[in-house]
T-cell receptor, first 118, second 109 residues
């Protein structure tokens, strides 16, 4: 059981480049989400999805795109990287509704991606 | 106003001290509440859920006041290993988790 797998762990980009951060989970979770974390800001929700084919914006969606073609995968795309997107990115997944014996673990997180935009 | 706000840190305490973290949330329809712990920008990990009646897990006690929209975490007999950032987290309708900015705790010998 791999849980949430997030790749890459580290990435350096030049301004204007595009890239995709990958996130996959094998727990059949309906809900998947992307956060970014900056010093003093906590985790801010970028985009989230409540199931395959359904995505919605979070608190800081600008500059990012997502898609959810399968239950397992939720990639995050940076279309034209900017220095302001330098951050640590976390992908997370959970059941949409509490299940018996699962309600004490609301979200499983990936290990994070440390992204630097030069 | 942020949807979830925590005490600004950092908190620097000696070993053995009792420390309390406070958190307020603005959405009265929030459904579930949690405290997470995060070490050195690693992924956040669930510390404990917060129940309406209050709950305790060893040295950790969590309280919820829905009327005041207030959550607290009390750590008794602090250990060096408790040093971390503590995140107050609120789950809204539809399963969205909203994180506070975190409060850093540093426990000194």
């Amino acid at each position: 059981n791999a849980g949430v797998t997030q790749t890459p762990k580290f990435q350096v980009l030049k301004t204007g480049q595009s890239m995709t951060l990958q996130c996959a989970q094998d727990m059949n979770h309906e809900y998947m989400s992307w956060y970014r974390q900056d010093p003093g800001m906590g985790l801010r929700l970028i985009h989230y999805s409540v199931g395959a084919g359904i995505t919605d914006q979070g608190e800081v969606p600008n500059g990012y795109n997502v898609s959810r073609s399968t239950t397992e995968d939720f990639p995050l795309r940076l279309l034209s990287a900017a220095p302001s997107q330098t951050s640590v990115y976390f992908c997370a997944s959970s059941y949409l509704w509490d299940r018996p014996f699962h309600s004490n673990q609301p979200q499983h997180f990936g290990d994070g991606t440390r992204l630097s935009i030069l | 106003r942020k949807e979830v706000e925590q005490d600004p840190g950092p908190f620097n305490v000696p070993e053995g001290a009792t420390v309390a973290f406070n958190c307020t949330y603005s959405n009265s329809a929030s459904q579930s509440f949690f405290w997470y712990r995060q070490d050195c920008r690693k992924e956040p990990k669930l510390l404990m859920s917060v129940y309406s009646s209050g709950n305790e897990d060893g040295r950790f006690t969590a309280q919820l006041n829905r009327a005041s929209q207030y959550i607290s975490l009390l750590i008794r007999d602090s250990k060096l290993s408790d040093s971390a950032t503590y995140l107050c987290v609120v789950k809204n309708q539809g399963g969205k988790l909203i994180f506070g900015q975190g409060t850093e705790l540093s426990v000194k010998p």
